[in-house]
């Protein structure tokens, strides 16, 4: 179902541009404060997920206003990933 060509060229150009991003954020996240992404603090900050999720709703109405949350909830995925209790 998901078998789908991908061009190599195409695939290792997007590995190419990709790395220095990648590099840069494995720089700013890094295990500290780890606590903050156990269990407990883990469940509070999936909360906070579901609410900018919930928030996303009523700012669809303005323009790029879903972003913000959007963002958050990215952020905070980041963090949980690499135990980053500060991101």
């Given at each position: ?13 997007f590995i190419k541009s990709a790395r220095p991003v990648a590099q840069r ?31 996303t709703f009523p700012l669809s109405l303005l323009p790029f206003g879903p ?21």
């Amino acid at each position: 179902a998901l078998k789908m060509p991908m061009p190599r060229r195409l695939l290792s150009a997007f590995i190419k541009s990709a790395r220095p991003v990648a590099q840069r954020v494995d720089k700013i996240v890094q295990p500290r404060l780890a606590v903050l992404a156990e269990p407990p603090w883990a469940a509070g900050a999936g909360l906070v997920c579901v609410l900018a999720a919930l928030a996303t709703f009523p700012l669809s109405l303005l323009p790029f206003g879903p972003v913000v949350p959007g963002v958050a909830i990215c952020l905070v995925g980041l963090g949980l990933t690499v135990k980053d209790g500060l991101a």
